[in-house]
């Protein structure tokens, strides 16, 4: 019997990065759900490497104003490095630019006004008004590689799961370049290092932030086929 569209088909052509939340908590039974879910994820030998602090309410509150005041004071700690000029020249580094216009222009932000490009960015660090806060930490075994490639897929899940109960995530570099500071207010052991957080809650709407979806590129851009006839084709 050929394979059909699923309902799973729907969530994940339909998940996309929430940059603006009601400030209302979810519930304890949604959360665990998606928690539930994130921790199906496949893993390198089954080592499921991810460790996750999960931080709500007054918790939420005082780590979003240190992360605000280590930015004051650039105080940046990053597990991992990242800078636009690895993407070198060319499609990447196209595709970035292409979703920093479409973010700004939707907030209607001008290239030139860099103090509001910088407000926003520092949004981030209150997690887009979202009412909680996911970070997601992992041990570094060798080069990091295949254990970041876990942490991935336990993220996808974890947003997966958000989108289908109706809900909205959004996956922050941003938050880890403030590794030093997340761990000492959590109390996480230096061995475990920080990728990313992911800001949670319920999608405000009717926000400007809200009111666009970054595109994909074409498959023909990103899959190479070998013997794999049809697929490509005109549909």
């Known amino acids: 019997m050929p394979a059909t569209a699923s309902p799973i088909t729907d969530i994940v052509r ?51 104003k240190e992360l605000l005041k280590a930015d004051e004071e650039e105080r940046f700690s990053s597990d991992f490095s990242f800078s636009y000029a690895d993407f070198g020249e060319g499609a990447y580094l196209d595709r970035a630019h292409d979703h920093a216009a479409t ?8 290239r030139s006004d860099r103090a509001a490009r910088n407000a926003h960015a520092r949004e981030n660090l209150d997690f887009h008004g979202a009412p909680h806060a996911a970070f997601l930490f992992m041990p570094k075994f060798g080069d990091g590689v295949r254990v970041a490639g876990d942490i991935g897929m336990y993220a996808q899940n974890f947003l997966l ?4 109960r109706g809900l909205g995530g959004i996956p922050q570099t ?12 959590l109390d996480v052991p230096q061995d475990l290092k920080l990728l990313f957080g992911i800001s949670f809650g319920t999608a405000d709407l009717a926000a400007p932030a809200n009111s666009f979806h970054v595109g994909r590129i074409a498959l023909e851009q990103s899959v190479v086929l070998h013997d794999t006839p049809g697929i490509l084709d005109a549909q």
């Open 174 to 185: 941003m938050l880890g370049m403030y590794a030093d500071t997340v761990r000492e207010f």
């Open 103 to 110: 973010v700004y222009g939707a907030l209607g932000i001008p």
């Open 161 to 164: 799961s958000l989108t289908a």
């Open 14 to 64: 339909s998940r996309h990065s929430v940059r603006k939340f009601h400030p209302t908590p979810l519930s304890p039974s949604d959360i665990r759900g998606v928690l539930e879910d994130a921790q199906a994820a496949p893993s390198n030998c089954n080592t499921q490497p991810w460790t996750v602090h999960v931080v709500s309410g007054a918790a939420r509150d005082a780590l979003s």
